[in-house]
Structure formats: structure tokens, C-alpha cells
């Protein structure tokens, strides 16, 4: 049990580590990857920059999408897309 019990502390910070940074950001990216891989024409979406508009063209060959926007439309790669914020804004308004 000596020379397990100095590697315990190790095994037991990884783990720590493991399920509270590593395994949450994983999952995370797999949602963002669905969302990407989601992505359909006429949704309202929100660029990581700021940029607000609506996706009219996908593009499954460099994995891009054009938006259009009150200035025109501009091409941006689909990962420049923020999850979150297009899902607040497609979700359906709450009705009291």
C-alpha cells in the first residue's frame, strides 16, 4: 500500500481535474460542432464578433455559410458562429 498511497494524491488531482476542466469543455465542443453541423437557411444567428444576420447559403465543402446583414451579404466559416447567443435568439418568446 506505500507506493500506491504516494500516487494517490496524483491519481486523485487528475481526476479532480479530469471532471471539472477537461471532460465539461469536451462536451461543450461537441454541442458546438451539433450546432455547426445544424445550421439551416433562414436562421437568425449572432457571429462571435457581433455580427447579426441571416444565414442564407451553407456550404458543406469549406464549411462556410453566408450571412446576410443590413450591409449585404458576407461569407464567414460556420465555427465563427456563437452557440449561444443564435440559440437565445431562435428560441421562442415566453409568453406570460
Not at 506505500?2 to 481526476?15: C, D, K, R, S, V
Not at 461543450?28 to 449572432?46: I, M, P, S, Y
Not at 460556420?78 to 435568439?89: F, Y
Request: net charge positive; glycine share 8%.
Amino acid at each position: 500500500m506505500g507506493e500506491l498511497g504516494n500516487f494517490l494524491p496524483f491519481i486523485a488531482m487528475f481526476a479532480v481535474v479530469y471532471f471539472f476542466m477537461i471532460a465539461p469543455q469536451m462536451r461543450r465542443a461537441k454541442k458546438e460542432k451539433a450546432f455547426a453541423a445544424g445550421l439551416k437557411r433562414g436562421d437568425k444567428v449572432v457571429t462571435k464578433s457581433g455580427m447579426h444576420g441571416k444565414v442564407v447559403d451553407l456550404n458543406d465543402k469549406d464549411n462556410s455559410c453566408v450571412i446576410e446583414t443590413l450591409a449585404g451579404k458576407i461569407k464567414f466559416e460556420r465555427s465563427a458562429i456563437s452557440m449561444e447567443i443564435s440559440q437565445k435568439l431562435n428560441a421562442p418568446a415566453k409568453t406570460k
